[in-house]
């Protein structure tokens, strides 16, 4: 192994721990087992619950009313209705979206 692909590993490794820290250790270690999950590949719903309690600072209770509906995982995130009344419109505004960038396209 090269010097570089050496300090790479160590820079990831580093990164990695210091995430890690970072998570609030409560409930359990409950958002830091989310975390662990998700990073091992083991479970994609992990991945996204981590990422949006990542993105409002572990909150669920944000997580549950986030507004960013341009994210990509806003119509995924955890916590919140999956047939509510804005989840349903942003379905048929992005629908609306892609059909006209169709017709402009074709």
Not at 36 to 49: D, F, I, N, P, W
Not at 59 to 79: A, D, G, H, S
Request: glycine fraction near 2%; aromatic fraction near 8%.
């Amino acid at each position: 192994m090269n010097k570089n692909n050496k300090d790479e590993k160590m820079n990831v490794r580093v990164q990695l721990r210091q995430w890690f820290k970072n998570i609030p250790n409560l409930y359990h270690g409950a958002f830091r087992k989310k975390w662990v999950k998700a990073l091992q590949r083991k479970s994609m719903k992990a991945a996204v619950t981590a990422k949006c309690q990542d993105c409002m600072n572990w909150q669920n209770t944000e997580v549950r009313e986030c507004n960013i509906v341009t994210c990509p995982l806003w119509q995924y995130r955890p916590f919140s209705k999956r047939n509510g009344e804005l989840e349903t419109e942003v379905i048929a505004i992005v629908a609306e979206i892609d059909r006209n960038e169709r017709e402009c396209d074709g």
